[in-house]
């Protein structure tokens, strides 16, 4: 025999990864921001305020800053009097002080004049002539006020960090005045392609030709992880091309993942690269998952290196499963509430046990029920995942879904 | 009496949404992109494939080319013995014909020799010496090759108008070499502040004063929903300078989101800046909603504006049901499935029936279960949706919901 297949030792991705991270420590690099250029970061440290919010206590309606007790029993037929002594202006010191019997004009968000704890709605208030007012309704103290630091007190823990900054994050930070943040760096993720057939995708193919489109859904994949995704071209199907190029882009990335060439044919170069890059080298050849078995997984030098079949399926999945993971990783990013979509599963899913399969499937309603129609063939056809809404998942002990099984559907994110 | 507090018609946010819609008709514009640069980019147009993917039959696997009634009846033990006739080239047109009891080596990816009609994996066939092949199995017609055009048919629709791509649907279009495709422009949506109170955020307060952040969080939502946010500044308590800056900008923007001044105090001059700006001016003052009920709907010289409260709390989660929607309709998006997490309500939630309310969440888990613990407090405290994972609506027609209800947990993207 001229070629001897080799076996994977498989392992689920649950077990695959966490050998790696048993021995990699990620060094997270940071940058300082500014919050309004920092949607969708990971923060780098916890953040504290610098202050107390509000600074001063602030009316959360229109209506008069009063003294409460000078409302207690006040009623539609039998309001309490009070002297209108002013208005606060906005975004001013209160100017004006309320005494016993006395109120203030305020506005939402005006600043509580000196004197009153508390403000009367407009509503149930009625002015008689210029400055008398007739109060309605009794006010307790603290109505319709907001205190010094309730919103946040200076001090205080505001997000921890690895949080990721949302548009209502992005807000707070400012209202306390921080407009420089740290937050991890974008890490660099290196995307290699390997393979004689394949040519860039503005090129015209000759029989033979394929366009490479690993690299950029990969890139994509990387993108809306929070990484900055390096592409590294196409490599040749020799391992002096192959090595060269991982080993020219390895210093500058901070993740190496490599296309194509990881099962166990005589072109297959990836586990050798891995294993030239530096020690340990491969740590994982072959994952109990369907489709993307003949993955590597690897660490050369304290970084990961991954390497994902060429079949563009197998590549993506298989890159959500263990790029995504790890780009959080060099994020520092806490790990977020998995998000889905309940559906009823529209015909059944075979499986064997032993293996966890991710099936595309696409959503449609029925009836008022959400159904998840499996989309089956050969796993190679990028088209499959286009027409697919997400993924169902099949676990590694489950001979396979039923139809009516109701199911949770991980949706592809645009 | 100096002020007469009107009364809002309030309307649900669907039927508010549907007036508009119904004397609202958006232009779309569109702009030329790489699929490269053009991850959760809007399709302008449907898409069709200029050709058949894969352009020539493929293997999908390591083996040999053959005819496949040359292996009806191999076994183990009578296999069918086939001459080796030479090997296909990745990437070149192949060279070599498979004839009867003819095989030609072939990797994952080459090109189906001529004659050839079946690939067997290399597992599958023992070599004997040089150009020997033993086959142990039989092979179907067809097996391990990917037909030409089986991936997409040349003319096939690859995806339709206002899809929004996702990373496989970029290598798709590549794939097929389209490498310039028509999706739409972000739309500019305009932000206005409004306020004396209102300084920018990296201004030092005096007493009276905050920091404008509504234009940011709002900035930062328009950046999630695929817009392009055009930062106005902040308008003075005044008619003269909120219409004034109102104005200038409106020509540029195709949608005006204001924030403040949406109620009906004297300094609430947003209404009247609205009905300034064109016909038919503000379609509905109040939604049936909370928080946020005093908002502005209006439409102007054929473009929407709207009036959110200054409350940065409202202000965020009507944009999130108002704005977000109006985005969609400007990129010709195609409704996407509502994604959520279930959990288990963790507290009740009173409210009222009349209105819907939106409720910030936060998510635990405790005992295998997810928790959703509603955060109650001011309204107007930006660190209660920084506290928050995501937020449950309590329906119009429900007067709440009690602890234990299985609620569905909008999340907040980051």
Redesign the interface.
């Known amino acids: 025999?001229?070629?001897t297949?080799e076996f994977f030792n498989v392992q689920p991705v649950r077990a695959a990864l966490e050998a790696l991270f048993a021995q990699w420590t990620p060094q997270p690099r940071r940058e300082m921001r500014d919050?309004?250029a920092a949607?969708?970061c990971v923060l780098a440290t916890e953040l504290r305020s610098p202050i107390d919010?509000?600074?001063?206590a602030?009316s959360?309606v229109?209506g008069y800053a009063v003294r409460a007790a000078d409302t207690f029993g006040a009623s539609q037929s039998l309001p309490a009097y009070l002297a209108c002594v002013g208005s606060v202006?906005?975004?001013?010191?209160?100017a004006v002080t309320v005494g016993t019997a006395q109120a203030a004009e305020i506005?939402?968000?005006?600043?509580l004049p000196p004197g009153a704890d508390a403000v009367i709605m407009?509503?149930r208030t009625?002015?008689i002539g210029e400055d008398e007012l007739e109060v309605l309704h009794p006010v307790a103290p603290g109505e319709n006020v907001?205190q010094i630091g309730?919103?946040?007190a200076r001090g205080a823990t505001?997000?921890p960090a690895g949080h990721?900054?949302?548009?209502?994050?992005?807000?707070?930070l400012?209202?306390v005045?921080l407009?420089a943040i740290a937050v991890a760096a974008p890490p660099r993720i290196g995307i290699l392609s390997c393979?004689?057939?394949?040519v860039a995708?503005?090129e015209?193919?000759?029989?033979?030709?394929?366009?490479d489109?690993?690299a950029?859904?990969?890139?994509?994949?990387v993108?809306?992880a929070g990484g900055e995704a390096v592409l590294l071209g196409i490599a040749r199907?020799t391992f002096d091309d192959y090595l060269a190029r991982a080993r020219a882009a390895f210093a500058a990335v901070d993740l190496l993942v490599m296309t194509a060439g990881s099962?166990v044919?005589t072109?297959d170069w990836t586990r050798a690269v891995i294993d030239a890059l530096g020690a340990p080298g491969v740590l994982q050849h072959g994952l109990a998952v369907k489709p993307g078995k003949p993955t590597l997984i690897g660490l050369a030098a304290g970084k990961p290196v991954i390497g994902l079949p060429?079949?563009?399926v197998s590549a993506?999945l298989v890159a959500r499963q263990i790029v995504t993971p790890l780009i959080q990783r060099l994020l520092g990013a806490a790990p977020?509430?998995?998000?889905?979509?309940?559906a009823t599963l529209a015909a059944s899913i075979p499986s064997a046990t032993g293996r966890e399969d991710s099936v595309p499937v696409c959503?449609s309603e029925r009836d008022g029920v959400?159904m998840a129609e499996p989309i089956f063939g050969?796993s190679?056809?990028?088209?499959t995942?286009?027409r697919a809404?997400g993924l169902v998942r099949v676990p590694l002990n489950s001979n396979g879904l039923p139809a009516g099984t109701l199911v949770e559907v991980n949706?592809?994110?645009?």
């Open positions: 025999m001229s070629r297949p919050p309004r949607l969708g919010l509000p600074e001063f602030r959360t229109d202006a906005m975004g001013e010191r209160a506005h939402t968000g005006g600043m407009i509503e009625q002015t907001i309730e919103d946040v505001i997000l990721r900054l949302r548009p209502q994050d992005i807000g707070g400012l209202a005045g407009t393979g004689d057939e394949l995708p503005e015209t193919t000759a029989p033979g030709q394929i366009r489109i690993n950029h859904t990969l890139a994509a994949l993108t809306q199907d099962s044919s072109r060429g079949n563009p993506l977020c509430p998995r998000m889905s979509i309940q959503l959400l050969k190679n056809l990028i088209f995942l286009m809404d949706p592809f994110d645009a």
